[in-house]
């Protein structure tokens, strides 16, 4: 059975230091894979995703991920965080299940000091 | 708004009584699932629909829990004789898809179980 592991369960950053989540999948086969993010109050909100092609890519609000295949890795990064990317941050994963379940990461809490 | 709405968004109920939620997922998805959350975890897989066919159960899911989509729209989530590990936020998501594609699922704001 595939699974995800998230390395953070709490990161405590100041407005303008860099992110770096990291996210672990074990699944052999072809995935996909998802960042997805949940603000306080707020519902799961889709943050990026791949599915081929660029193994970087490029989300919403600044976001960005790179899958490195050999890793089975999909960190999700950004060069300066802001207040209000305060949310709990979770990694996603598709890998050969017909019909698109989705296997969740732990999640990161993610708190930004102003 | 046109995004998956759940209802209702708390349900507080008693140990051993049924409880049922409620998602109607974006119009235009085939796909609709269910997952559940605790505090400290990332949802977890319950069960599966496309169209109106019920396609994939997780061992989560116990014989307690019964999921129906009647006519493909809207489905709902039945837990009977509710015990307190049932305590939980209750995910419905929505895509499309076709066989054998993994398709971006969007997430409904969730119901909140308490069972005391």
């Known amino acids: 059975a595939q699974s995800v592991s998230q390395h953070n369960h709490h990161v405590i950053l100041s407005e303008a230091a860099s992110l770096e989540l990291g996210c672990n999948y074990s699944?052999?086969?072809?995935?996909?894979l998802f960042w997805y993010v949940q603000y306080p109050g707020q519902h799961l909100q889709l943050l990026l995703k791949y599915f081929s092609g660029d193994p970087l890519v490029k989300g919403i609000k600044g976001f960005e991920a790179e899958f490195i295949k050999s890793k089975f890795s999909f960190n999700l990064r950004k060069p300066s965080v802001q207040w209000s990317d305060t949310a709990e941050y979770f990694c996603?994963?598709?890998?050969?299940?017909?019909?698109?379940?989705?296997?969740f990461g732990q999640g990161t809490i993610l708190t930004v000091h102003p | 708004d046109t995004g998956v709405s759940q209802d209702p968004r708390h349900k507080i109920t008693k140990r051993g009584q049924n409880v049922t939620f409620r998602c109607d997922p974006i119009?235009?998805?085939?796909?609709l699932y269910w997952y559940r959350q605790t505090l400290g975890q990332g949802p977890e897989f319950l069960t599966y629909f496309q169209n109106e066919a019920q396609l994939e159960k997780s061992r989560l899911l116990s014989d307690r829990f019964s999921a129906e989509r009647p006519k493909g729209s809207f489905s709902t989530l039945e837990i009977q004789r509710t015990e307190q590990g049932d305590s939980a936020m209750y995910l419905c998501?929505?895509?499309?898809?076709?066989?054998?594609?993994?398709?971006?699922?969007?997430f409904g704001p969730g119901t909140r179980l308490t069972v005391t």
């Open positions: 699944y052999g086969g072809t995935v996909n």
């Open positions: 119009s235009e998805h085939n796909r």
């Open positions: 998501a929505s895509s499309n898809g076709l066989a054998g594609l993994s398709y971006e699922q969007y």
């Open positions: 996603a994963v598709w890998g050969g299940t017909s019909y698109g379940k989705l296997t």
